[in-house]
């Protein structure tokens, strides 16, 4: 913990730290406050959104997409590092490369603690203003998606860290970062069939926080085979795993 | 003498370029040893990898006869080069980040910061800082825990004269506590006025090593003349400890091998019955014998 403590000391001075953060929460304060005030046929969309128990899993679907801008913001620390050439400095200072990976995965937990009660604030605000049904049963039942996203979010900021020590430039990393995420994999998904490519890094994520009405979109057209979210979290977690063990070896690899 | 450092036959290779080649080498505890060698020697490299940051081609090292680890880490401070800290970290926020991994006292941060004359510039960020004051919290920065030994890479690059002589006296009063200080510069004339010992590299392979009077001026010129000279050079070709010898018109400039000095050579002149009528011995300027060294 006492690396967490020291992670603060220098994160919390950093103002670039503050402006990703701050555009996190605005642009998801943004889309939550931008669907509420929408009407549709005489009727604000927000009434239909924000119906618990339901807005859960709406909220962290929502909310899966700024986890890019989570992941930048892991890299732009990390390849900070290396421009500063401060990761070099800590390691003649004392730190192993062990504690050099696992001082980031805590800011990672960290990032990913703040998330998810983030969401859980807008949740308990956007759900008690608007839902119709208040009751604790409808608030709390299907709250299970809140853990599956803190899953997710580390996950994907565990990844961000594994491209951020590989290329060590800010730019480039959130480049392959992105280019993984978005285009190698469901470029790779394409040509594999699903009861395979379910198991893959970014779509057995994304299974963690399921698009909502995806059951009645299925009905419609074929059915896609993904994973449900509780079968999709050991293997995030064996992710988060492999991720880590790889970012060790890199820089145990290679010169700092 | 315990000793501090020691590398054995440590290499790296960065694809067919030897930046380092089988050196050898030993520090003892309270001396000021120099690296010397020309940019791209291979002196930072070889601090790098004693320092855990550069993995080594082949070799090994101890320190205080251990492999690196936590516990050698926090007995040594070091600087590789330029000095390294957040640029939007004051200059007290960059120490208490680093005393943290040192697992240093947060009181020494102050009384380090007056040492390297910092004290009123704590609260300036890091980019704020001219790189004569970025030197100095880097000086500071490694003495944050008061290790036994202090590795400085170039630490006078870059500053004015002022700037230099402060660095240099900083030193030599740490020194002066019984420290061990290891020094990688490409000046000769500050391994010269710093150091107590000196290992002289060049594309990486050692050329020369041992304390500074032997290495830097032993190596004396004699000028020698006599009546008649015949006989002189005659004798020379004969005394083994004539590294080289050349007339010019009416004398002649030798040198001997290390260990002897122009008592020995006048000495065994008259007992062959040569009376030499000059003997002077004349030191070659360092930057020749540098140059020689890393030449030949």
């Not at chain 1, 995806?214 to 050991?234: K, N, R, V, Y």
């Amino acid at each position: 913990m006492n690396l967490l403590r020291t992670e603060f000391r220098k994160i919390f001075p950093y103002r670039t730290f503050w402006i990703i953060l701050a555009v996190y929460v605005l642009l998801l304060l943004l889309i939550l406050y931008t669907s509420s005030s929408i009407q549709i046929n005489n009727k604000a969309l927000g009434d239909e959104t924000f119906q618990l128990p339901g807005l859960w899993m709406r909220l962290t679907y929502v909310a899966h997409f700024f986890n890019l801008l989570l992941g930048i913001l892991v890299i732009v620390l990390i390849t900070d590092e290396y421009s500063f050439r401060t990761i070099r400095q800590q390691v003649i200072d004392g730190l192993s490369r062990a504690e050099v990976v696992l001082a980031k995965f805590y800011v990672v937990l960290a990032l990913a603690v703040f998330s998810t009660v983030f969401i859980l604030v807008l949740g308990l605000y956007f759900g008690l203003v608007y839902s119709s049904d208040k009751s604790m049963q409808a608030l709390f039942s299907q709250i299970d998606y809140l853990p599956y996203y803190f899953v997710q979010a580390v996950a994907y900021m565990t990844l961000a860290m594994l491209f951020a020590f590989i290329v060590r430039k800010s730019g480039l990393a959130i480049i392959a970062f992105i280019a993984y995420t978005k285009i190698v994999e469901p470029l790779i998904h394409f040509n594999l069939p699903d009861h395979i490519d379910k198991y893959f890094p970014m779509k057995a994520l994304d299974s963690l926080t399921p698009m909502p009405g995806q059951d009645l979109f299925g009905q419609l057209t074929s059915p896609i085979e993904q994973l449900s979210p509780a079968m999709a979290t050991l293997p995030a977690l064996l992710y988060v795993g492999l991720f880590l063990l790889l970012t060790y070896a890199v820089l145990k690899m290679r010169d700092l | 003498m315990a000793i501090v450092l020691s590398i054995d036959n440590l290499s790296k290779k960065y694809g067919s370029l030897k930046a380092v080649d089988s050196l050898s080498l030993q520090v003892e505890e309270g001396s000021i040893y120099g690296l010397l060698g020309p940019n791209g020697s291979g002196k930072t490299t070889t601090l790098g990898m004693v320092l855990d940051v550069i993995q080594p081609t082949g070799g090994s090292f101890s320190w205080f006869g251990d492999g690196i680890s936590k516990a050698t880490k926090q007995r040594v401070g070091a600087i590789l080069e330029t000095p390294n800290f957040y640029p939007y970290l004051t200059a007290k926020r960059n120490l208490q980040v680093i005393a943290d991994t040192k697992g240093a006292d947060h009181q020494n941060i102050a009384k380090m910061l007056d040492l390297v004359g910092l004290g009123t510039r704590s609260n300036t960020t890091f980019k704020g800082f001219s790189l004569g004051m970025k030197q100095r919290l880097a000086l500071a920065a490694a003495m944050l825990n008061d290790p036994e030994v202090l590795v400085l890479d170039e630490p006078t690059n870059g500053l004015d004269p002022q700037g230099i002589a402060e660095v240099r006296d900083l030193i030599l009063r740490i020194a002066a506590q019984g420290k061990t200080i290891i020094l990688a510069s490409h000046l000769l004339d500050e391994v010269e006025k710093v150091c107590t010992h000196v290992a002289v590299l060049r594309t990486g392979k050692l050329v020369t090593d041992g304390p500074v009077g032997n290495i830097l001026s032993a190596k004396e010129q004699l000028i020698v003349s006599a009546e008649y000279l015949a006989p002189v050079l005659q004798l020379l070709e004969r005394l083994p400890y004539i590294a080289q010898f050349a007339q010019e018109k009416d004398y002649v400039i030798l040198t001997l091998q290390e260990g002897y000095s122009s008592t020995d050579l006048n000495r065994d002149m008259f007992a062959q019955g040569v009376v030499l009528s000059q003997l002077v011995a004349r030191r070659k300027s360092l930057e020749k014998q540098f140059l020689e060294i890393i030449k030949s």
